[in-house]
């Protein structure tokens, strides 16, 4: 093995291509052009701009295409995620719904309004044996209001109190919306959004 010297690095090379590689080298301390100095030095050849650049560009377009299905994974799994919740929702509140008119007494249709659902039968005093008449404190309303379903509870003020606890509803007057409408002038409403 002979040793070389190329500005103070010294590079080992077998005997038989020992001739090759000298004349390379020579030939690229005669060469002026830096291109032509780093081809000989490396033995390869460098990448152009014009390549660089292409090579950008596809890189950016895959990380683009990443970047847009990763987004569009996200907006669906959220999508996905709220209708999950609102589903939830309307099936408690349809089982809730359902168990409030098995458990009641008597569902009356007030067409155009929703329901009045008879939900017990304590009498006017609250506390006993039953009257089998309809009273104020005895009603809760499902009521629709715009797209909302409402559920409507009526409480007397102090001036209806002796009324909300006499008065008694006839079937008449709660399919025609008469009864909740003396209940809305005469009583406090705490209505509550369910859906």
Request: glycine share 6%; net charge negative; aromatic share 10%.
């Amino acid at each position: 093995m002979r040793y070389f010297s190329i500005n103070s690095i010294q590079v080992s090379f077998p005997r038989r291509r020992e001739s090759s590689i000298l004349n390379s080298v020579n030939r690229c301390k005669s060469v002026s052009e830096k291109s032509r100095v780093n081809q000989c030095l490396c033995g390869k050849k460098g990448f152009t701009l014009a390549e660089l650049l292409i090579a950008l560009m596809i890189t950016s377009l895959i990380l683009g295409a990443v970047a847009a299905i990763a987004h569009a994974m996200s907006s669906a799994n959220d999508k996905a995620q709220i209708s999950g919740e609102a589903q939830a929702q309307v099936r408690f509140t349809s089982h809730r719904i359902n168990e409030m008119i098995k458990f009641s007494r008597l569902v009356f249709d007030i067409p155009g309004e929703g329901i009045a659902l008879w939900i017990n039968d304590d009498g006017y005093s609250g506390f006993g044996e039953g009257d089998d008449k309809v009273n104020p404190a005895e009603l809760i309303f499902l009521r629709f209001n715009n797209n909302d379903l409402e559920y409507i509870k009526y409480s007397p003020t102090y001036s209806s109190e002796s009324w909300f606890e006499q008065k008694e509803f006839t079937v008449t007057e709660l399919q025609g919306g008469l009864a909740q409408t003396l209940l809305d002038s005469q009583c406090d409403k705490t209505a509550i959004t369910i859906v």
